[in-house]
């Protein structure tokens, strides 16, 4: 094992590409707890679940770079998702206390599926004064590290590790029968188990690219690392825990891999777009893992390339910082007046959340949607740049699709994608998969935007990137 001494001496050596010139880049970094109290509603399922034991915290975590002419701030969340009501007002006091614009602040959801409600998701219901909580501390971390700025040297590479991604949505062989919960026949069939016979091939591709950027003091010390991968998240946890899921087992697995002890950095793993994408090889024989063991192994597979590519990473002390959004007005798959009629006559008017088939789910996501949803919304697409290294970011669950079109077209060197960005707006499926159906564009408040949306997001945010790339 490479020791934190030897890492960091390899990293000194090799960083002073821009060193000669006389603007200096600072960067910050900081965390900020946000772990519930138990007994909250726990997002990710179709049903309730209940908050009854923290494995481990939840937390922001934040990256603010200044180059003495702009500044930008990356962020995570540990949380399924987190609507533009919590995002919006957060950027508002990080602006008022930071300086920092909202175009040039990506703050994003990891997606755990073990953390409390942010929104009103299925059947899981939001607490207010946890989100009330949630908006403050989300300031409050990127106001941490604002005021932790130092002198500092960044670099970013991309790897890649295909082996643990895997397209979750099949098509099945002819004769096979799919219907959705409105009963309409489907294509494709999302997660069609282990063995299944029926299986013909996956409906679309994965993206095995390993994204990472590192900030490293001048002598060397790592401030902070971001990873970015198109994993939707690995699950496994116990019952009734509270867990950030296999994002922050991710950092901690790379420092021990370099040997990194002392002082050690911000680590944040960014979700790409990983919509329809998950860990389980349905063609492999099925392997009963004990709670957390799948999330060490997945995270021993991907610190080991995020390391690799850490080693090879030339360190500029200066880049240009930029940053752009867009809000796209785009339309809303509202229920029928035939089938809001269907659903109240399933499930009532004012349904409660205890419900168990699939059928009455869909109708109680009627009621809701039809009641508060309006015809239309404004989402925000962003484009950020860090030097060479283009970021976009989409507010949802983005098919893979969405990514590689972005990664194809983009203007610059290096580009990344982030999805559950800056609000949270569903899966955002390509068209062809509105075509196949499946569970990700079953109407319902987890997906409601228009047919177009994908092609929409891909061709702002690639406007975003052109439009800072000068």
Same mark, same amino acid.
């Given at each position: 094992m490479m020791t934190r001494r030897s890492f960091l001496a390899? +990293?000194?050596?090799?960083?002073?590409?821009?060193?000669?010139?006389?603007?200096?880049?600072?960067? =910050?970094?900081? +965390?900020?707890? /946000? *772990?519930?109290? #138990? =007994?909250?509603?726990?997002? =990710?399922?179709?049903?309730?679940h209940i908050g009854l034991e923290v494995h481990d915290e939840l937390h922001v975590k934040a990256v603010v770079l200044d180059n003495g002419q702009a500044r930008v701030a990356i962020a *995570?969340?540990?949380?399924?998702? /987190?609507?533009? +009501?919590?995002?919006?007002?957060? !950027?508002k006091l990080i602006a008022q206390h930071t300086g920092i614009p909202p175009s040039h602040l #990506?703050?994003?959801?990891? %997606?755990? %599926?073990?953390?409390?409600?942010?929104?009103? $998701?299925?059947?899981? #219901?939001?607490?207010? !004064?946890?989100?009330?909580? #949630?908006? +403050?501390? /989300?300031?409050?971390?990127?106001? $941490?590290a604002a005021g932790r700025l130092e002198p500092a040297q960044i670099a970013w590479g991309v790897g890649k590790e295909p082996r643990l991604l895997f397209n979750r949505r099949f098509l099945m062989k002819p004769g096979t029968v799919l219907k959705d919960p409105f009963g309409r026949t489907d294509k494709v069939k999302m997660n069609p188990g282990q063995g299944n016979p029926n299986i013909e091939a996956p409906a679309g591709p994965i993206d095995p690219a390993v994204g990472l950027v590192a900030i490293h003091s001048l002598d060397g010390r790592p401030i902070a690392l971001i990873g970015n991968y198109a994993l939707h998240y690995v699950g496994g946890v116990g019952a009734g825990h509270i867990s950030a899921d296999?994002?922050?087992?991710?950092?901690?697995?790379? $420092?021990? $891999?370099? =040997?990194?002890?002392s002082r050690p950095p911000v680590t944040m793993m960014t979700n790409a777009c990983s919509g329809n994408i998950n860990n389980v090889d349905v063609r492999a024989p099925r392997i009963s893992f004990p709670p957390y063991r799948k999330i060490e192994q997945v995270c021993d597979i991907l610190a080991a390339e995020s390391l690799r590519v850490w080693k090879e990473l030339k360190f500029t002390s200066w880049e240009v910082l930029n940053g752009s959004f867009e809000e796209l007005d785009l339309g809303v798959r509202l229920p029928s007046p035939e089938d809001l009629a269907e659903a109240r006559k399933r499930v009532g008017g004012d349904p409660g959340n205890r419900f168990k088939a699939v059928e009455d789910i869909y109708a109680r996501e009627t009621i809701f949607l039809a009641r508060d949803?309006? !015809?239309?919304?404004?989402?925000?697409?962003?484009g950020l740049r860090i030097g060479s290294l283009g970021i976009g970011a989409f507010p949802g669950e983005a098919f893979t699709e969405m990514g590689l079109e972005l990664k194809s077209k983009s203007p610059f060197a290096t580009t990344m994608a982030v999805e559950l960005a800056n609000g949270y707006h569903g899966y955002i499926p390509t068209v062809e998969a509105h075509v196949q159906g499946g569970y990700e564009t079953w109407r319902a408040k987890s997906s409601y935007l228009e047919v177009e949306a994908a092609p929409k997001m891909v061709s702002a945010a690639l406007g975003r990137l052109r439009a800072i790339s000068g």
């Open positions: 390899s +990293t000194v050596a090799a960083r002073a590409v821009g060193a000669a010139d006389a603007r200096r880049m600072h960067a =910050g970094a900081a +965390t900020a707890n /946000i *772990t519930p109290a #138990l =007994g909250c509603s726990l997002a =990710g399922s179709m049903t309730n *995570t969340v540990d949380s399924c998702v /987190i609507p533009r +009501t919590v995002f919006d007002p957060a !950027k #990506l703050l994003s959801a990891t %997606h755990t %599926h073990s953390a409390p409600a942010a929104a009103h $998701l299925f059947q899981s #219901l939001p607490d207010p !004064k946890y989100v009330e909580f #949630l908006t +403050t501390r /989300i300031a409050d971390c990127v106001r $941490l296999y994002f922050p087992v991710w950092g901690e697995t790379v $420092l021990r $891999l370099a =040997g990194v002890a949803f309006p !015809k239309s919304m404004k989402v925000v697409v962003q």
